[in-house]
């Protein structure tokens, strides 16, 4: 009775275990970076001063507001409503509005259409770099679960050691030295766990505080994959990023705003007009009949300030430089961006090919044969210790090279401006 009991718990607390960790949600990377954009309140916040700029457009090349006039003109001060008292005095209305100089107003729309341009375009290099943090963060976690892993399975490995280290040492033929280098070998690691602990939640933060959720919110696991090696040449991103790039369009937005304002600036050398029409009504008086009378005139201002406009130029030319020097020093920078990381992308590529196919494999060998000959007294303690200690290092290396060639990757579609081909990594089954 007793017997079956124990297995009905057994049965129940695994199912129990394999329902927790089908539970555990396997987090799926485009779906975070949709959440991301969608929800991320620096991006909003972005696209807000975007619309801000784009509603400034209509501002910007508007007219101003036609002026009324009413006034009571010629009016004897002794006498000021008396309008029949002097021929002069009438009631007079008027209309005015001012009119830049042909073209003014069409530059002026443009230098606001291109500043909202530019900011678009900040949103959209805003979302690269937002989407590049999800897929660093997504992938940091990756290699700190599988370090968690790597630990644990150390962990039981030197409970094994100990296990061994004891029943050696308890018929003569180990010593108790052995016994604590194991002991102290496994605290080593118990802290090694609780610090990649405390990482995993950190981590954790940071990538909801980018979905804006709760910091709280768990993150569920990150399934294995396979890189896929990059097939394009430095030249064909460089190529691609002139293309898509977002902060190279806003800055060609920038030049566009200063050559339009350069245009402006030497329209400011012709004069802007005021068009005026006044009507004023009188009344009969002193033999006058009284006829009504208008007036309609021109107003315009004289443009003699020719140093003041000079340095307009001067400055709307040197604003038009600085952007296009901008341009080019960007442009230099994908350059150098590109080719480092390339190098850092074709070293981890080599790196994870080597741990794979023969440094991990050789010293699984190289601990199982330690553990043989230390059960068999031709292999000591500290030998064996190494063995562990070496395959445990490379395979955290190997977990570390897989995370760090996709966060390279993720810094280069940022830099590029566009997915690339080989960025979505194959998942194992």
Known sequence: MKSLLAIVITVILCHGIAFAEEAR?????????????????????????????????AQASSLDDPMLMLKIQSAVVTDPLNFHREPMTGKVIGLSQQLPFWGKR????EIAEKEAQSYRWQVEERKLELARMVKETYYQIYYTDKSLEIVAKNIKILDDFITIAETKYSVGQGTQQDVFKSQVERSKLLDAKINLEQQRKS???????????PADTPVGTISDFDIQPLKLSAKELQDKAYEHRPLIKSLEAQVGKEEAGRKLAQKEFYPDF?????????????GNDGADMYSLGVTFNLPLQRERRHAMVAEANSAGGMATEEINSLKNSIDSG????????????????LYRSGIIPQAEQSLESSIIGYRVNKVDFLTLLDSRVTLFNFERDYYESLAEYQMRLAQLEALVGTDLAASEPVLKN
């Open 106 to 109: 069409g530059l002026k729309g």
């Open 338 to 353: 590109i080719a480092d990381l390339l190098a850092r992308m074709e070293k981890r590529q080599k790196l994870v090919q």
């Open 25 to 57: 949600q396997t987090e799926n990377l485009p779906s975070l970076i949709d959440t991301a954009l969608a929800n991320n309140p620096e991006l909003k916040s972005s696209q807000a001063r975007w619309h801000m700029f784009t509603a400034k457009i």
């Open 203 to 213: 981590l954790e933060a940071a990538l909801n505080a980018l979905l804006y959720r």
């Open 274 to 286: 005021n068009v005026s029409l006044e009507y004023m009504q009188r009344e009969p008086t002193m």
